[in-house]
């Protein structure tokens, strides 16, 4: 009790003036003369004005809160809008697929890449299926795309394909356009190349390749790639042919496995012609 006595005697000045402003404050209230009538009315009028003019002002705190409800309900619908995306392309693919299987040229095996390299010069996918699924060594690999490449070692439920990105493929194909024939490789670079193509055949950029009939072990008619450039050196028998892959093997993730084998009667015989040329040369 003694400290806030001593609190009012250090302030007097200050409790002795609101004491003053209270009272008059209250004697104005009261009084209806005039004069005061119209300060009041005054008053009134300022302090709306006033009221008026900060309600215009945004509350901080409720923006944030309010900021911060929304940012999690966009969060919230973005996932949703991926999951619905990631939805629309998978019953995409399938349907590609599906309409790719329907066709019935070939007997198709669906599988899932479960592991790549795409940084080697002998680059592979490993596949969900195997030996127990009837997958076996030279079958063809596919997508909706076009050609992926072949298996090339199997186990019991997975299997190894080698794609086209890799030093060793080899395979005969064929320009759409104008038929011409040439062998499907790759160097390490960017782009595949068509090799063995003469500088009198007809060849443009923008032609699409396809595997050609002259595979023992890849069908005819799939799409490998589209022309981008075509070099004639001079000098040279062969022009330099550079064409982009029709699959992104970097976002490959379901594939077909053609579930056929090379036909042994034709092999044979290739085989035989083969052994009697060189036997013939020695």
Not at 56 to 73: H, S
Not at 161 to 177: P, W, Y
Not at 224 to 248: A, C, M, Q, R, Y
Request: net charge positive; no cysteine.
């Amino acid at each position: 009790m003694q400290r806030f006595l001593h609190i009012i005697v250090a302030f007097k000045e200050y409790f002795v003036v609101t004491l003053l402003i209270i009272i008059s404050l209250f004697f104005i209230s009261n009084n209806d003369n005039t004069q005061v009538r119209t300060i009041r009315s005054y008053t009134v009028g300022i302090l709306g004005f006033i009221q008026d003019g900060l309600s215009g002002i945004p509350n901080v705190v409720g923006l944030k809160r309010e900021n911060e409800i929304l940012r999690k309900l966009n969060v919230n619908l973005s996932a949703e809008v991926s999951r619905l995306r990631e939805a629309r392309l998978e019953n995409l693919r399938l349907h590609e697929m599906l309409g790719m299987k329907n066709r019935g040229e070939f007997s198709l095996l669906a599988a899932e890449v479960v592991g790549k390299s795409l940084h080697l010069l002998r680059n592979t996918v490993t596949l969900n299926v195997g030996e127990d699924d009837g997958i076996k060594s030279d079958m063809p690999i596919v997508s909706e795309l076009g050609l992926v490449g072949k298996v090339i070692a199997t186990s019991s439920h997975y299997a190894i394909g080698q794609l086209i990105i890799n030093k060793d493929f080899r395979t005969s194909a064929k320009v759409q356009r104008s038929r011409v024939d040439g062998i499907i490789a790759w160097d390490g670079g960017d782009f595949l190349q068509l090799k063995n193509v003469s500088k009198k055949q007809d060849i443009k950029e923008g032609d699409i390749v396809i595997t050609s009939e002259y595979s023992r072990i890849i069908p005819r008619g799939i799409k490998i790639g589209i022309v981008t450039k075509v070099i004639e050196n001079p000098g040279k028998l062969f022009k330099d042919i550079e064409l982009v892959p029709s699959v992104d093997f970097s976002s490959l993730e379901q594939v077909f496995i053609i579930t056929v084998l090379p036909d042994s009667e034709r092999t044979a015989l290739e085989a035989k012609i083969t052994h009697t040329n060189n036997g013939k040369s020695n």
